[in-house]
């Protein structure tokens, strides 16, 4: 269950209207200090680089090759993907 907190919302982009792929996504990951990627029941902390730029395009694009949905920036974190453990530790 999630705590009863209010968040403010700065911007809303509607994955299926507004495309963000290859570069577009590298530029908005790699300027986090950290990224959270959900997938399934797990989910993992990375600091990006560009050394580990193409594990983290793996796990942060879908298969059609654009950013996974949901995506929060939250600070200068981002939250990938959807997982409730992750939410719950987050958010």
């Not at 300027?31 to 560009?50: M, T």
């Not at 949901?70 to 719950?88: C, K, Q, W």
Request: contains cysteine.
């Amino acid at each position: 269950m999630f705590d009863e907190r209010h968040i403010d919302i700065d911007e809303t982009v509607e994955a299926r209207k507004q495309k963000i792929a290859g570069n577009d996504a590298w530029n908005l990951l790699a300027g986090a200090a950290e990224i959270v990627v959900g997938r399934g029941k797990k989910y993992q902390v990375i600091r990006p680089s560009e050394e580990n730029r193409e594990e983290i395009l793996r796990l942060c694009l879908g298969r059609t090759g654009n950013l996974r949905a949901p995506t929060l920036r939250i600070g200068d974190r981002l939250l990938v993907g959807f997982n409730e453990a992750m939410y719950s530790e987050y958010l």
